[in-house]
């Protein structure tokens, strides 16, 4: 399964942005997608996963209460919306995925998509 991000961008601290993932196959090809990122000055960390097929969400303390992970079957797509956004929340952001059960394992993802810049001033 191929991973395709989208959605980042330059945004104002306190904004929002929705990130998307696009998946070349099912999206239910692997039981976890996740969203990891890497910020400056940070080894990369887990912010929130979802599994399949139940769609069990997993929030990683470095967003929490600031991201919700979701899910559109339809468009085999899965989105992740950040709320008050920081400065220090700027960088990229990957979707990935396992075929593993572990969804809040974040050092099992082994299926990286390409990353979408997030930049917030």
């Known amino acids: 399964v191929q991973l395709v991000e989208s959605g980042g961008g330059s945004v104002q601290a306190g904004g929002s942005l929705r990130l998307s993932c696009g998946a070349s196959g099912s999206i239910y090809g692997d039981a976890c997608v996740g969203w990891l990122r890497q910020v400056a000055g940070k080894a990369r960390e887990g912010v929130a996963s979802i599994s399949s097929p139940v769609g069990t969400t997993y929030y990683h303390d470095s967003l929490k209460g600031r991201v919700t992970i979701s899910r559109d079957s339809a468009k085999n797509t899965v989105y992740l919306q950040i709320y008050g956004l920081k400065p220090e929340d700027t960088g990229m952001y990957f979707c990935?995925?396992?075929?593993?059960?572990?969804?809040?394992?974040?050092?099992?993802?082994?299926?990286w998509g390409q990353g979408t810049q997030v930049t917030v001033s």
């Open positions: 990935a995925s396992h075929s593993g059960t572990l969804c809040s394992s974040w050092t099992r993802y082994s299926n």
